[in-house]
């Protein structure tokens, strides 16, 4: 198996790119494994804030703050993108409709009030945690 190319010669959008597909990836799979246990589980932004980071070091990002913003905000898009999933499953679950009519219908202002109402401190604490980890691994030195 090739080795990879050192980061300096890896084009650094990419890195960004893959962090943002990695962090909506993880953002899906919280809001499947969320709506199959009946809970939240904001303990899994440390599970999707890992891939992110790892992604954004191995693209040259490691010590920059350049690189801690973008990680942070990829953890930030995947937890929201997780609670915004998990308020159109319930919408969609009460009403009998499949997820992509609920989301249709009742729009991103209903959907973000629900998830709002869903969410607890312990969690949005969690959340941050995760968002402050995800950060700080990505602007540690090699």
């Not at 010669?9 to 993880?26: D, E, F, Q, V």
């Not at 899906?28 to 804030?49: E, P, Q, T």
Request: hydrophobic share 60%; glycine share 8%; with cysteine.
């Amino acid at each position: 198996m090739p080795a990879l190319p050192p980061p300096a010669s890896r084009p650094r959008a990419i890195g960004i790119a893959t962090a943002a597909m990695c962090a909506l990836a993880g953002g899906a799979v919280w809001c499947l494994l969320s709506l199959y246990s009946r809970g939240d589980l904001a303990a899994l932004a440390f599970l999707v804030a890992w891939p992110v980071a790892w992604t954004l070091r191995r693209h040259g990002y490691a010590g920059h703050w350049s690189g801690a913003l973008v990680a942070s905000t990829c953890v930030a898009l995947a937890a929201l993108y997780s609670f915004y999933l998990q308020a159109v499953a319930q919408v969609a679950g009460m009403l009998g409709l499949p997820m992509r009519e609920a989301l249709l219908r009742m729009g991103p202002g209903m959907a973000i009030d629900i998830a709002r109402a869903n969410i607890d401190t312990t969690s949005i604490a969690i959340v941050v945690a995760a968002i402050v980890l995800a950060g700080a691994f990505v602007k540690r030195r090699a």
